[in-house]
């Protein structure tokens, strides 16, 4: 059975993959992909290359994710991820090693863990 997290790390690998051309929603460019809960706290983020890539991303992660300007605060472990293709390096942020661990315990196809979780 897919958890969510890892549902969106397949769609999220597929969209890159696929190279998918959509013109990016309004608001400003960022490159950190958040990701919020109900109540709207950060419970993981994703750092891109630049604002295109991560608007590429954020068309197949659905509403809960946004691209933003600024990282988002309060997210206490990081883990590095690479996405081949490209082979490109993507650091995650999560709210704390447990969400890491479960987010990272298993990849999609296309998405490799570099470095493992640790405490920020």
Request: charged content about 20%; hydrophobic content about 40%; proline content about 7%.
């Amino acid at each position: 059975m897919f958890t969510m997290t890892r549902l969106f790390l397949l769609a999220a690998t597929a969209a890159v993959l696929a190279g998918c051309a959509s013109s990016p929603p309004a608001g400003p460019p960022g490159k950190h992909l958040v990701y919020r809960d109900s109540s709207g706290n950060a419970i993981r983020q994703f750092d891109y290359p630049d604002d295109a890539f991560c608007r590429r991303v954020e068309s197949a992660a659905g509403r809960g994710a946004r691209c933003q300007a600024e990282p988002a605060a309060g997210l206490g472990a990081q883990a590095t991820l690479r996405y081949n293709p490209p082979g490109v390096i993507v650091h995650g942020h999560y709210a704390d090693m447990a969400r890491c661990r479960a987010d990272t315990g298993t990849m999609s196809a296309g998405v490799e863990l570099v470095q493992a979780c640790v405490a920020k």
